[in-house]
Structures are given as structure tokens and as C-alpha cells.
């Protein structure tokens, strides 16, 4: 007798531009820029070539509309899971490196040196974040 093959394959897919790309988004839920309405054809067409009959998506504005091209491309409805959401980075959202690391150097210090272990300041740590995508 043989086993069926039941492997599956997992595509991740980031979400498109948007205005606060090079700052720490986090929680933070900005729609998509000018620039990643533009990049959605781009990534539907990159996709193209994959068979896969699910779209997951976060809560978050940015995921949700990079998820809905992609669904939309498919004919497939989007499944929203808030536990893929990104990861809390507290008081640092919003926030540039350099303004980080001028405004809580301690912190960020840490936060490099501990990492994944550590938390931003006022964070979700890394290890819960991983425990609630995996959940």
C-alpha cells in the first residue's frame, strides 16, 4: 500500500509599497502608496506560474489589499487571520533606525545584540510573535 502524497506548498508573498517603507510599520496600518497599487500587476503576474487553490492574509490594510489582487486573480476569497499579523514594535513604530537609535540607544543595542530574543521598546517579543504566526 502507498501513501499518498499529501505535501503542500506555501508561498509567501509580501505585501506591496507603501508610505513608510523605511520606517518600523509594525502594527501600524497604512494602506498601500501610489507605488504599490502600481506594483500589484507585478506581483499577480510573478505569481502566476504557482497552482494554489488558498489566499491568507493578515489584518493589516497593506496585507489585505496585496491578498485581495492576489485572490482576485484567482477567483479566490481572501482568509483573514489576525495571528499573522506583523510583529508589535511598541514605540518604535513609525520610527526610522537612526531615530530609534538616537531616541532609545539602550534599547536598540540590545535589541541587535539579543535578537530574535528581544523585544522593541514596549514590543511584542520575537518568540511570542513566532508562537502566534505559527498558532
Given at each position: 500500500?502507498?501513501?499518498?502524497d499529501?505535501?503542500?506548498t506555501v508561498?509567501l508573498?509580501?505585501?506591496?509599497?507603501?508610505?513608510m517603507?523605511?520606517?518600523?510599520?509594525g502594527?501600524?496600518?497604512?494602506?498601500?502608496?501610489?507605488?504599490?497599487?502600481q506594483?500589484?500587476q507585478?506581483?499577480v503576474?510573478r505569481?502566476g506560474k504557482?497552482?494554489?487553490?488558498k489566499?491568507y492574509?493578515?489584518?493589516l490594510?497593506?496585507a489585505?489589499r496585496?491578498?485581495?489582487?492576489?485572490a482576485?486573480?484567482?477567483c479566490l476569497?481572501?482568509?483573514i487571520?489576525?495571528g499573522?499579523?506583523?510583529i508589535?514594535f511598541g514605540a518604535?513604530?513609525?520610527k526610522?533606525?537612526a531615530e530609534?537609535?538616537?531616541?532609545?540607544?539602550?534599547?536598540?543595542?540590545?535589541?541587535?545584540?539579543?535578537?530574535?530574543a528581544?523585544?522593541?521598546?514596549?514590543?511584542?517579543?520575537?518568540?511570542d510573535?513566532?508562537?502566534?504566526?505559527?498558532?
Amino acid at each position: 500500500m502507498s501513501v499518498p502524497d499529501i505535501r503542500s506548498t506555501v508561498l509567501l508573498v509580501r505585501h506591496a509599497h507603501t508610505d513608510m517603507a523605511g520606517q518600523f510599520c509594525g502594527h501600524s496600518d497604512p494602506d498601500l502608496s501610489q507605488l504599490g497599487q502600481q506594483q500589484l500587476q507585478e506581483i499577480v503576474h510573478r505569481i502566476g506560474k504557482w497552482l494554489f487553490t488558498k489566499v491568507y492574509s493578515s489584518s493589516l490594510m497593506r496585507a489585505r489589499r496585496t491578498a485581495e489582487a492576489v485572490a482576485a486573480s484567482r477567483c479566490l476569497e481572501i482568509n483573514i487571520r489576525s495571528g499573522l499579523d506583523e510583529i508589535s514594535f511598541g514605540a518604535w513604530e513609525g520610527k526610522s533606525w537612526a531615530e530609534i537609535e538616537a531616541l532609545y540607544p539602550v534599547d536598540a543595542a540590545l535589541w541587535l545584540n539579543d535578537h530574535p530574543a528581544g523585544a522593541a521598546t514596549g514590543g511584542e517579543p520575537f518568540l511570542d510573535f513566532q508562537q502566534r504566526v505559527l498558532n
